[in-house]
T-cell receptor
Framework: EAGVAQSPRYKIIEKRQSVAFWCNPISGHATLYWYQQILGQGPKLLIQFQNNGVVDDSQLPKDRFSAERLKGVDSTLKIQPAKLEDSAVYLC??????????????FGPGTRLTVL | SQQGEEDPQALSIQEGENATMNCSYKTSINNLQWYRQNSGRGLVHLILIRSNEREKHSGRLRVTLDTSKKSSSLLITASRAADTASYFCATSNSGGSNYKLTFGKGTLLTVNP
């Protein structure tokens, strides 16, 4: 079975520019997650979708970050404008069910963002 | 905020030795999961232990959970060079109808051939 796909794998931008990341989850997975992983730390959940609805976006900096999941499949995460502290790896994950706590999350390879 | 805290931050052992990593957390959990992350394969789920379980095995992995001490340990037996990676514990907490994972900072394990 194909895994979670993400693109691009690497992105370098200047501060105040905008950037977008794309994620294609495992086929049939209802739940999609975006995480931010800063160097030396564990992943931090930014937003969780169930189908095309937002379940949790409590840690998403909404003044600059936005995300959408059209038709309950692919998702995009956007940062506008980027700050230096946004430099991190952005991970997308998906899980099959909707029960949440018993679901295994499958992670994509991530997008490494460098903001100069 | 970080829920789980792994200990030690870094661990270096020889191939064939056992590796033990610990995780402590602060609030009640539904389950605790361990993940491995290396540059080659990204973040991979290893094992899940529920709050009413005390021990679980999967191949060379053994996980224990002590809810009274709010701690868990991951034991990797007969380590291999390919086990070199960062290991994260992640706790699942209920927040209304949503269960989300909160990761610790991880333990960097180096297995020397």
């Amino acid at each position: 079975e194909a895994g979670v796909a993400q693109s691009p794998r690497y992105k370098i931008i200047e501060k105040r520019q905008s950037v977008a990341f794309w994620c294609n989850p495992i086929s049939g997975h209802a739940t999609l997650y975006w995480y931010q992983q800063i160097l030396g730390q564990g992943p931090k959940l930014l937003i969780q979708f169930q189908n095309n609805g937002v379940v949790d976006d409590s840690q998403l900096p909404k003044d600059r970050f936005s995300a959408e999941r059209l038709k309950g499949v692919d998702s995009t995460l956007k940062i506008q404008p980027a700050k230096l502290e946004d430099s991190a790896v952005y991970l997308c994950a998906s899980s099959s069910g909707t029960s949440g706590y018993t679901d295994t999350q499958y992670f994509g390879p991530g997008t490494r963002l460098t903001v100069l | 905020s970080q829920q789980g805290e792994e200990d030690p931050q870094a661990l270096s052992i020889q191939e064939g030795e056992n590796a033990t990593m610990n995780c402590s957390y602060k609030t009640s959990i539904n389950n605790l999961q361990w993940y491995r992350q290396n540059s080659g394969r990204g973040l991979v789920h290893l094992i899940l232990i529920r709050s009413n379980e005390r021990e679980k095995h999967s191949g060379r992995l053994r996980v224990t959970l002590d809810t009274s001490k709010k701690s868990s340990s991951l034991l990797i037996t007969a380590s291999r060079a390919a086990d070199t990676a960062s290991y994260f514990c992640a706790t699942s907490n209920s927040g209304g109808s949503n269960y989300k994972l909160t990761f610790g900072k991880g333990t960097l394990l180096t297995v020397n051939p």
